[in-house]
């Protein structure tokens, strides 16, 4: 069974509207019953659930026709949804959607999230080449003022962090902080994070890919740093392990109608993750997503549940 196929006969079950997001969202109610999360430097609020960029976004955005990201960007807003993360290095995303948001008049309600890296794996960054990637982005996005800048997979941060520290004291960025995905360089993400001032990180976690909860997300909260998590269904690996499978009765408990929604409030269940960015071509899709961002969460007793549920199924 397909992620669609589920979202068909799960809405459909509930007496909804099949694939009808205005039947799960019902205007101002739905914005107003979204989990929000503070970020630590500032005490400003966000969704939990926002939106990614690479992946199947970034497939589409390549191509000529974007009228289903244009329906993706367009629910999030609708919803009440704001992050938006993206990146250089996700081909045609970071434009596109820069595109769409402005031709929408969503470009300010949105929490814009991109990255910087000009450095080569493990090489040195050109401080030029950097700032020009910079004023490309600004371009893209078309806001005087982004959000928030990330160097992109710890890409040389001794010289792109100090570049995105001058925006940010220059009024031109809001937030920075550093990213991976790699295992291999979640030490130095760590030892940044112990040695920088940074307000926000970005690294994967997912109900089968647990290694953040272990130093990771307990650093964040005693530091005082953001975290946006990408990869919450470990790519496409939890579809995989749960295609075909019914999702549990007990996951009403806490809310989840869906696998989707099962798998990110096992992500926004732990307090040190600000907002949780799934990309997304489908329109359905971001409703559903959204939908993790609304009533309970697992406490630590479901959490163990939830675990043993997964484990039990065979890996992707």
Known sequence: MTRREWLWRTFAAAGMLAL?????????????N?????????????PIVGLGSSATFSQVARTEDVTALRAVLGKMAEIGGRVLDTAPAYGASEEVAGRIAQELGIAK???????????????????AAARSQLETSFRRIGKPVIDLIQVHNMGDVRTQLPILREYKEKGRVRYIGVTTTFESQYSELVQTMRNERIDFIGTDYAIDDRHAEETILPLARDRGIAVLVYAPFGRTRLWS???????????????????????LKYVASHPAVTAITPATSRPANMAD????????LPDAAMKKRMIELIEGLPAA
Do not use: H, Y
């Open 34 to 46: 979204l989990i929000t999360r503070t970020i630590p430097s500032t005490g400003e609020r966000l």
């Open 289 to 296: 997503n959204m939908g993790g961002a609304t009533g309970r």
């Open 20 to 32: 009808d997001p205005r039947a799960v969202w019902a205007g101002e109610a739905g914005k107003r």
């Open 109 to 127: 309600q949105l929490f814009w999230a991109t990255k910087l890296n000009v450095a080569r794996w493990g090489g040195t960054a050109d401080p």
């Open 241 to 263: 392990r749960v295609r075909g499978r019914k999702l549990p009765d007990w996951a009403s408990e806490f809310d989840a109608t869906s696998w989707a929604q099962f798998f």
